[in-house]
């Protein structure tokens, strides 16, 4: 098989989609490896790394596209590549498609077979494409947040850790999985007091269990945000509903309760966001006020750590992408149904359930697809 990665155009995204060490895996396979001059200058890998272990360089990504048989990215296709995909290719990517109609639309009507890191899963019910970024991402949430916060970014004026005789920022973490565990451990570490809310009852148990005093918790509701949001100098959206849309958790109206210059930090926007308020930004301009409250949106964050963020996702992705590769797509995903749970469009058919929910369009069973 050839495997094709471009460069990333989404602005600001420094990520690449293969590796060096991916594209040495795949070669020593025997398939073929093509990846556009300097998609991987961003996360540190130049062309000659790409070079040495057997891949080729092509000159424009439109030679990329029209070659592979299986398009390698990090981010979801953009509209001038959208128009570059095909039927009979198979697209490895993030799609986040429950928000993003167009693109939903655009990839039906090229008969791509469009497979989504995000909602492939594992044995334990995780989605382990999604967990790398999620770790970047809630890692990388209160850091951003405490540069919201800062008064010249339009931010309360607030130290996360506070000094002797004042207190610490007060941070509220809603949702208590990947992202937002690891986003309440470094607002923690950070000095900060934190409150992680979820409903999930063993998972609050968990996070009592494994960090003690370090956070405290709650079970999540509109009753506990009201009482909590007026005291809060940082709240992080770390809620994620798989293949879906995220559900909106604070209102415009809330907003009025809650301190002037205080931080939202919507880790969940590339899902559409769990904030009434909330729509996506770019590294070049993250912050916006509304209401007198700033909303830290950036619909890519882990590409502003693009090498660690490339190699991390780079070490999820691989053993899937060589199943891919070595079997071909019907039958990887028959053999796997954690792979097929990320089958996302077939020759022009939606194939997963929620994103049908959320747009309104019809959809089959991914096993289905793989008859067509």
């Not at 296709?77 to 128009?83: D, F, T």
């Not at 009852?201 to 003690?212: K, M, Q, S, T």
Request: net charge negative; glycine share 12%; with cysteine.
């Amino acid at each position: 098989m050839r495997i094709g990665c471009p460069k990333e155009i989404k602005p600001q995204e420094f990520r690449v989609g293969v590796t060096p060490n991916a594209a040495l895996e795949a070669v020593n396979h025997g398939h073929e490896v093509v990846i556009e001059t300097n998609a991987g200058l961003g996360a540190g890998f130049d062309d000659d790394a790409y070079r040495a272990v057997g891949a080729s360089i092509l000159d424009t990504a439109e030679e990329v596209f029209e070659t592979a048989d299986m398009v390698v990215k990090v981010k979801e296709p953009q509209a001038v590549e959208r128009k570059r995909l095909r039927e009979g290719q198979v697209l490895f990517t993030y799609l986040h498609l429950a928000p993003d109609e167009p693109q939903t639309r655009d990839l039906l009507e090229s008969g791509v077979t469009a497979i989504a890191y995000e909602t492939v899963t594992d044995r334990s019910g995780g989605l382990p494409l999604l967990a790398p970024m999620s770790e970047v991402a809630g890692r990388l949430a209160p850091q951003v947040g405490a540069w919201t916060l800062q008064k010249a970014n339009g931010g309360r004026g607030v130290l996360m850790g506070g000094v002797p005789g004042v207190g610490p920022a007060k941070v509220i973490v809603i949702g208590g999985g990947v992202v937002g565990t690891h986003a309440a451990k470094i607002a923690a570490g950070m000095g900060a007091d934190v409150t992680v809310l979820d409903r999930s009852l063993p998972r609050l148990r968990y996070l009592d269990d494994v960090f003690g005093g370090t956070f405290r918790n709650g079970y999540s509701s509109a009753g506990l945000l009201a009482e909590l949001l007026p005291q809060a100098d940082m709240v992080v959206g770390a809620v994620l509903i798989p293949g879906a849309a995220a559900p909106k958790l604070i209102s415009r109206a809330d907003l009025g309760i809650m301190k002037p210059g205080a931080a939202l930090v919507d880790v969940a926007i590339d899902q559409g966001g769990c904030f009434e308020t909330s729509r996506a930004t770019t590294h070049h301009d993250p912050v916006y006020e509304v209401d007198g409250i700033m909303h830290y949106c950036v619909a890519n964050m882990p590409g502003a750590v693009a090498r660690t963020s490339t190699i991390a996702l780079g070490n999820a992705t691989m053993p899937f992408m060589l199943a891919l590769a070595d079997k071909g797509w019907r039958k990887a995903c028959a053999d796997d149904v954690h792979l097929l749970a990320g089958l996302n469009t077939h020759a022009g058919q939606l194939t997963y359930e929620a994103v049908g929910e959320a747009l309104r369009i019809e959809t089959i069973p991914a096993a289905d697809a793989l008859k067509v």
